[in-house]
Structures are given as structure tokens and as C-alpha cells.
């Protein structure tokens, strides 16, 4: 898809998936017991050494990789400390990943500088908080994607950490606004219940909100328009598939560039500093 669209992607990585499950216990999150993960852990030393492939293979075709944490869980009251437990973590399975894997003759050359060099985060659930602003600053963080806006908006510094939203969209019927992203999608039309019955017309709902909200940008002033996806196929594949359509219709327009945050920082920093690049960011 993104190569037949241009596009590039952010990808916002949870550490335990390149875990496989019998070294589960080797990974402790804040406050929690050793072992323990809410989103699981690699089925198999080949699974999580498949994984580690695509993560390379992406980040060589100019996708960006970023840290969503390791075990999913909800920071909202993690300190500072947790935080940083945390992101520590992050590096350190994913630096030493191959060779805890029994391969470390399948480490790619350029690994540990690839590692050392993540600067975006996206805390799981959105939930953010001084501590995390604070812990990713001393962590060598440069972004962060956690925030919710009103609609788009261009990103704004805050603590040493230049912080990105997801903006509210109108979406449905009655144009209620939501969070761009296709988990909160799946949660409002069928409450997060597996719904394949009805995957056309969400598609189609999915897909007309995220077109109506880059349009409006792109027929106005232009900011960068953020959507989020978890690349699964929920309600029958609904928001992948219109996923699809946008990035295969916008992302060949003029004056628009389908970019990671990475990317995004760049292109915006040269515009304001009088710096046209060929393209702006008008979609992300």
C-alpha cells in the first residue's frame, strides 16, 4: 500500500512483541509483575525474529519506527521513574533483541545506532502527564504523538518535547466528532464487537470522515492532518480498506506529502524558516 501511494508510515512499536512468550518474565513493567503485558507477547523465538525482519525492512523503505512502551499499559499515574523504567526497557530489548533470540549473526549492521536513534513516542491509551513530557526529554525523545486536538493542529513545544495531536473529526450521520483513529472507529459503530455484517458501511464511514477532514485542510489553510491506525482488520477489514482509498487518492495530489512525524518536523521547520521544500505537508 504505501509503496503504491508514496506514503510513508510511523510506526509506534510496543517492545513485548519481539519478546517470545517463554522469556515473557525477562521483561517487568512499572508496577507490575514480571511476565505480564496486555497486549501479549511474540508466539515464538521465529515470530518475534519475523518481526524484527519487518521492522527492518521498514525502516529501510523510509518508514520511521517510534516507541508505544513495551507492555501497553495505562501511565496515567506513572512518576517520572516509571516512565523512564519504561522507555529504558524499550531500548534495551530492542538493542539486545537479536541475540536474545539465539541470532545474533541476523543483527543488521547499523542496529544499535537504528535503536539509539528512535526520537518518537506514543503513549498507550493517549494518557499523558508532566512525568511522561519530563521523562521523554531526559530520554532522548524529541516528539510525542499522545495529544487529542480540536482539529488539526500544527505541533506546539512544550517541556523540550514537541508535542502532536490527533485531532477530533466529525464522523457518522450526525457529524459527531471522534478521534481519527480506527480503534475509536470500531469502539462508536459497533462497540468494539467484531460487526463483518456491516464492514461496507463503516468503510464507507471511515473512509468519508477521514476524506472530509483532509479536504477541509487542503482546501484551507493546510495543516498536517494526523490519522491513527493499528494495521488490523477490524469490522472485516472496514478501516483498512479506508485506510486504502485516502492514502491511494491524497497522497498523489499536488503540494501534498504522506510523511512520517519525522519527515513532518523537517518539512515544517523548513517552511517557517522560509525554506520551501518542493512539497508541504498537507497530509500525514
Given at each position: 500500500m504505501a509503496e503504491r501511494a508514496h506514503a510513508h508510515f510511523t510506526y509506534f512499536l510496543s517492545c513485548t512483541l519481539v519478546i517470545d512468550r517463554a522469556r515473557a518474565k525477562t521483561y517487568q513493567g512499572p508496577n507490575q509483575k514480571p511476565g505480564r503485558s496486555n497486549i501479549g507477547f511474540a508466539q515464538s523465538p521465529e515470530e518475534a525474529l519475523t518481526r524484527?525482519?519487518?521492522?527492518?525492512q521498514a525502516q529501510g523503505e523510509g518508514h520511521e519506527i517510534?516507541?508505544?512502551?513495551?507492555?501497553?499499559?495505562?501511565?496515567?499515574?506513572?512518576?517520572n521513574a516509571d516512565w523512564r523504567t519504561e522507555m529504558t526497557s524499550f531500548r534495551?530489548?530492542?538493542?539486545?533483541?537479536?541475540r536474545d533470540l539465539g541470532e545474533p549473526d541476523r543483527e543488521p549492521p547499523g542496529w544499535q545506532s537504528f535503536v539509539s536513534g528512535i526520537k518518537g513516542f506514543r503513549a498507550p491509551y493517549l494518557s499523558t502527564s508532566d512525568a511522561l513530557t519530563d521523562a521523554e526529554r531526559r530520554e532522548g525523545f524529541t516528539y510525542d504523538a499522545s495529544g487529542i486536538t480540536k482539529g488539526p493542529m500544527l505541533p506546539q513545544a512544550s517541556g523540550g518535547v514537541l508535542q502532536f495531536g490527533l485531532p477530533l473529526i466529525q464522523e457518522g450521520p450526525e457529524n459527531r466528532r471522534i478521534i481519527a483513529m480506527d480503534y475509536n472507529l470500531f469502539i462508536r459503530?459497533?462497540?468494539?464487537?467484531?460487526?463483518?455484517?456491516?464492514?461496507?458501511?463503516?468503510?464507507?464511514?471511515a473512509y468519508s470522515a477521514?476524506?472530509?477532514?483532509?479536504?477541509a485542510q487542503y482546501q484551507g489553510?493546510?495543516?498536517?492532518?494526523?490519522?491513527g491506525f493499528h494495521f488490523v482488520e477490524m469490522n472485516?477489514?472496514?478501516?483498512?480498506?479506508?485506510?486504502?482509498?485516502?492514502?491511494t487518492e491524497v497522497c498523489h495530489l499536488p503540494d501534498v506529502g504522506c510523511v512520517t512525524y519525522g519527515e513532518a518536523i523537517?518539512?515544517?521547520?523548513?517552511?517557517?524558516?522560509g525554506d520551501e521544500p518542493d512539497q508541504t505537508s498537507s497530509g500525514l
Open positions: 524484527l525482519d519487518h521492522i527492518w517510534a516507541s508505544h512502551t513495551c507492555g501497553h499499559f495505562d501511565g496515567r499515574d506513572w512518576s534495551t530489548i530492542l538493542s539486545s533483541a537479536w459503530h459497533s462497540a468494539g464487537v467484531e460487526n463483518p455484517s456491516r464492514t461496507a458501511e463503516f468503510e464507507e464511514r477521514f476524506r472530509a477532514a483532509f479536504d489553510e493546510r495543516v498536517p492532518l494526523q490519522l472485516g477489514g472496514a478501516y483498512w480498506r479506508a485506510l486504502d482509498r485516502i492514502v523537517r518539512m515544517l521547520s523548513e517552511r517557517s524558516s
